[in-house]
């Protein structure tokens, strides 16, 4: 099993990125696809979810209006598309997968995203 997260870099305040997220060895059209980010000194938050049909999705609320997150089934990727980056999005973004039924999860190592002048 393996989710690789890609596409982070460094990014001025009000630039844009698109993660990436590749998964193999487990049936992803099964999985729930979620975006994690970890800041320095804190905790780890959920920043966006898309479900198994990307029939619906959900942020946090600050994010909301700036991200979108998607998936490619036929690809077995997901994607987060962030606009209008700020400066406290500075962090981690951590790809996760939860099957649908099964519950089981599965984590990337992360890509760092840096928003700075």
């Known amino acids: 099993v393996q989710v690789v997260e890609s596409g982070g870099g460094l990014v001025q305040p009000g630039g844009s990125l698109r993660l990436s997220c590749a998964a193999s060895?487990?049936?992803?059209?099964?999985?729930?696809m979620s975006w994690y980010r970890q800041a320095p000194g804190k905790e780890r938050e959920l920043v966006a979810t898309?479900?198994?049909?990307?029939?619906?999705?959900n942020y946090a609320d600050s994010v909301k209006g700036r991200f979108t997150i998607s998936r490619d089934n036929a690809k077995d990727t997901a994607y987060l598309q962030m606009n209008s980056l700020k400066p406290e999005d500075t962090a981690v973004y951590y790809c996760?997968?939860?099957?649908?039924?099964?519950?089981?999860?599965?984590w990337g190592k992360g890509t760092l995203v840096t928003v700075s002048s």
């Open positions: 898309i479900t198994s049909a990307g029939g619906s999705t």
């Open positions: 996760h997968a939860r099957g649908r039924r099964s519950k089981v999860d599965y």
């Open positions: 060895g487990f049936t992803f059209r099964y999985y729930d």
